[in-house]
């Protein structure tokens, strides 16, 4: 059910632009997705989790996990280290299958099971920092501002964007797919994930 009344509408406009904001950025969680959707592996399951999880994000944040966490000096470092160390590891995978050259047509080592690739996207969600400062911190901050009622349709419509996002990813590997039938397109995204992880976790370590 759409929100019919101004007030109502407003703060779903706002959840579901200012996640339109901040969830378009391509991530370890974006990356992960993109690169399972470019296979056709396990991607709609993937999409789902990230869709749950990503909710449940954004509604613990509404509700004012956001305003905990970066008000807790130990939090806040638990975040940033843990954050980057996992952020390296991702990077370094990527990194590894460019100078290995591990990049094949399926994009280099595949999941060979479900669970796995549940447990990957998990990992990539719920260990990432980025995740947790856009939907928990920022979103939340954001959501808190509106009153008890308005606070949820803002968390709906942050919540709305999540779910169009990770499937219009699905979807549009689709299209991708040609360009990304030689290992060449694969080196492309592979270096560009590991430069993008490294400089996120860069700018976690020296405070940016």
Sequence with gaps: MLPTLTLEW????????????LIMAIGAQNAFLLTQSLRRQFHWPIALLCILFDGLLITAGVAGLGV????????????????????????????????????????????????????MTAAVTLLNPHAWIDTVVLIGSIG??????????????????????????????????????????????????????WGIAAGLLIGF
């Design 68 to 119: 905990l966490i970066s008000q807790s000096e130990l939090l806040s470092e638990i975040a940033r280290w843990g954050g980057a160390l996992f952020l390296l590891w991702f990077g370094y995978g990527a990194a590894r299958r460019v100078f290995r050259n591990e990049v094949m047509e399926t994009g280099g080592r595949e999941i060979s099971s479900l669970r796995g690739a549940l447990l």
């Design 144 to 197: 808190g501002q509106y009153d008890a009622d308005l606070k949820i349709w803002f968390g709906v419509g942050a919540i709305c964007f999540s779910a169009i996002w990770f499937i219009s990813l699905c979807v549009g590997a689709r299209w991708m797919a040609p360009m990304f039938s030689k290992p060449t397109a694969w080196k492309v995204l592979d270096t560009g994930i590991w430069f993008m992880t």
């Design 10 to 21: 407003l703060a779903w406009s706002k959840g579901l632009m200012t996640s339109a904001g």
